[in-house]
């Protein structure tokens, strides 16, 4: 996670796995997750891109109430 200014924050990630057969089943997946803090609230915006064998694009906009 990175720390872009005081309240905003980015977080990157790469993972999956490699089966055993080759056939389908390497799947990829790269996430990318951006939140925006504001006194006791947090808006997060989310987004999946799949790769190699689980092609699919997700997006998904959060808010978050901290009590």
């Given amino acids: 996670e990175m720390c872009i200014r005081d309240r905003v924050s980015l977080d990157c990630n790469y993972a999956g796995f490699r089966g055993y057969r080759d056939n ?3 799947p990829m997946i790269l996430r990318t997750k ?3 803090e504001l006194k006791k609230n947090i808006l997060s915006f989310q987004y999946k891109h799949g ?3 689980h092609l699919y ?6 808010y978050i109430r901290c009590f």
């Fill in 57 to 62: 694009d997700s997006y998904s906009l959060a």
């Fill in 24 to 26: 389908g089943d390497k």
């Fill in 51 to 53: 790769m190699k064998d």
């Fill in 34 to 36: 951006l939140n925006y």
